[in-house]
């Protein structure tokens, strides 16, 4: 298995901000880098929705997409910039609308999240596309949790982390990044790698019957019975970065 390397603690201010200009940009647009942006588990995104070319549902249009997996996982604060914050706030989606800053400036929206940006933990590694790939993701989960005193979480997440590597060293063909982060009970699980983006979800997986779906299929249903939440986020150059959110007791 590979050596794996930990960070523990919050990083060092001014680390792991990403500021978002929506400028004279389609939501779609907006929505694409959000999306690139939040795959690399961000302390801080600074999202300015100034002159966003769109109508009075912006701020749901823009965060609608992403809403779930913010509202899961508490590492990634995002400030979001708009011309009224009162005006706006009541167009957040409900599950995050305690979890998105509002601010009239970005620097105003940057004080504000360091104010309340949370410890973090993380650990990672690296895997080669090879057979022993998912016994080495496993104990690497093993080795990372027991570190962090969540020995009731080690059984249910090494199977959602073998799961996520069998199924994108199938899909991508490529070395992968094992990555593991905590914010108090909640541990956040992303397996990136520098294939294509596309990431094969069954059509109908809520109704998908785990006694006639393909393997992979069987274990994406695993995935979503173990998690609070997962997905896919595209990478900003090559690749994808696929991710779950647990939580622990």
């Known amino acids: 298995m590979a050596t794996p390397t ?3 603690g ?4 001014g680390a792991g901000i990403i500021r978002i200009t929506g400028r004279y940009r389609l939501p779609s647009d907006v929505v694409s880098e959000l999306k690139h942006a939040l795959a690399d588990n961000p302390q801080i995104v600074v999202l300015d929705l100034h002159h966003v070319s769109g109508n009075s549902r912006l701020l749901s249009e823009v965060l609608n997409p992403v809403a779930d997996y913010l509202a899961a996982w508490p590492g990634t604060v995002v400030a979001a910039c708009v011309p009224d914050p009162e005006v706006s706030a009541p167009r957040l989606p409900p599950t995050i609308a305690d979890r998105v800053l509002l601010a009239r ?3 105003e929206g940057l004080e504000r999240a360091h104010d309340v940006v949370p410890h973090q933990d993380r650990g990672m590694t690296f895997l080669t596309p090879q057979p022993q790939a998912s016994d080495d993701a496993r104990a690497f989960t093993r080795w990372t949790l027991r570190g962090w005193l969540m020995e009731d979480l080690i059984w ?3 199977l959602v982390v073998s799961e996520l590597v069998t199924h994108s060293i199938l899909e991508a063909q490529t070395v992968l990044d094992l990555t593991l982060s905590r914010v108090d009970q909640r541990v956040r699980i992303a397996v990136h790698d520098y294939g294509s983006d596309n990431f094969r979800v069954p059509p109908a997986i809520e109704h998908a019957d785990p006694l006639e779906d393909p393997p992979l299929d069987r274990g994406l249903l695993l995935v979503r019975s173990l998690t609070r939440c997962w997905g896919v986020f595209p990478s900003r150059v090559h690749g994808k970065t696929v991710w779950a ?4 007791g």
């Open 6 to 8: 930990v960070h523990v």
């Open 10 to 13: 919050t990083d060092p201010p």
């Open 105 to 107: 400036a970005s620097e």
């Open 156 to 158: 249910p997440a090494s």
């Open 245 to 248: 959110v647990m939580e622990d």
